[in-house]
């Protein structure tokens, strides 16, 4: 009988892209009711490339007990397995191929009536392009950017905010001691989420995203007038695709095996040394990198992975194929995932963190807001 037509048997699990605290609540989420319901749970192994690859190992009540509060993935992810942009080294060369194919087949080969895909906008791009290809599958929307357009908020942002503020409150002290300047450079690739949230959080004076690009002036004005009252330090929290205006984003590296060739990187070390040259104020900075995506869920975290993961499970029971989990006000819905990637989130100048801020004095490095 085909998968489309008889009763929901078995279902598989992959975790795609980067990781970020909560994946495991959000599989204990999925796997424990999955049980409870007779259902077989296939776990696949480092996202689409075990898809492609035929890595998948079945999971039962014992591997998903007592994960609920670990860090990373028990499935392990990867951000270079896209069946549809395959990377293959040829002859010292990397050539780029279609292994869709190979993932319908390994997915039917499992006999797999609906696949759960947890991951970002690059996760459920692929998800929609199998969609097409005829499989079934269930999104649930994991990031620390937040940046993913149908939910309000992934799970794995907020314990990213939480590391940012904590790491602010950190250079706060040390700032101050030695009145200092001190930049701190986030992750959120060309969103700015947790820049402006992080920075909201851990007080930071200057918060600059990429969806604002920034002037220099506004910044070297707000540090030295700072520092004329009589504040000898400032804080400056800068999300890494932060550019300029009619500057360009810093890139670190490009991977063409990676579904996003781009590597971001390095705004911080700029910012810090144009501050520096440009004021005479000592001036520091620090990259908080994969910090940011390390460690345990913040109890917020852990609660939206665990209503996201029961509400997929549930979605899958009702055969409600082809819709990414979302988080809509305070309830939990879900919505196409061809609509989920249609476009970005990206921070806009009217939000009202961004009014927030600016309203206790946080500067933007614009004269604008
Ligand atoms: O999308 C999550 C994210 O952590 C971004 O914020 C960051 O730009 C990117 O992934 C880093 O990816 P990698 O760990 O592959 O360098």
Redesign the pocket.
Known sequence: MSSSKRKLKRIGILTG??D?PGLNAVIRGVAKPAHDNGLTVIGIIDGFEGLVKGKAIQLYNKDVSGILASGGTILGSS?KGDPFHWPELVNNKIVIRDKSKEAMRNYEAWNLDVLIAIG?DGTMKISQSLIEMGMNVIGVPK???NDLQATDLTFGHDSAVYVVSEALDRLHTTASSHHRVIVLET???YAGW?ALNGGIAGGADIILIPEIPFYWEAIFDKVMTRHMMGKKFSLVCVA?GAKPHNGKMVIKAKDKK?TDPI??GGIAEYVAKMISDNTNLETRYTVLG?L??GGSPTPFDRILSTKFGTYAIDLAIRRKFGRMVALKGSEIKSVEIKEAIAKQKLVKKTDQAVKAAVAVGVSFGTKEL
């Open positions: 892209g980067g970020c951000n970002g990031t620390i950017d992750m959120g690739r947790i890494e990676r590597q971001l994969h940011q995506r």
